[in-house]
């Protein structure tokens, strides 16, 4: 049977979702495991093994600089480019709040740059709830970009 897993993490050091000592720390308290990294190659060999093909969610992205952020999506489109086989898309985090305008200018880059799908994953974790209106400028454009394809 294959399977689509539609939110799935990176198990790459650079996608991995908890990005501080603390938070690996805390994977040890919660879920009694050690943080392991592993190559994009054997990430992606991981979900052929698997039979899955995935979108993949970074997560943490919201709480980057825009510098950081814009290179963590490149990423993302570079190894999704890699592995189109397994990687269907990803799921993008950007928070109006922390990130402004440059946050709109980044989602409609990444929607001209995209490769699969695309989505934009709104968390209330320590952001604005999905139905604030700070977030209407991104659903706008995602409204407006759906129409372009």
Known sequence: MK??????????????????AA?????????????????????????????????????????????EMQALHDYAFQTEAAHRDVILGHWLHIDPQRSGPAGLKELRRCIDKRIGFLGLGVSASL????SDPI????YKLCIEAKSQY
């Not at 790459?12 to 501080?20: A, D, E, K, M, N």
């Not at 977030?135 to 991104?138: G, M, N, R, T």
């Open 3 to 20: 399977i689509i897993d539609v939110h799935s993490h990176w198990g790459t050091q650079r996608g991995y979702p908890l990005q501080t």
């Open 23 to 67: 938070e690996r720390e805390q994977q040890k308290v919660t879920w009694n495991s050690p943080v392991k990294y592993h190559s994009e190659a054997a990430m992606a060999q991981y979900f052929r093994d698997s039979n899955v093909q995935t979108i993949l969610d970074f997560g943490f992205s919201k709480f980057l600089p825009m510098e």
């Open 127 to 130: 952001s604005p709830p999905a």
């Open 135 to 138: 977030y209407d400028p991104l």
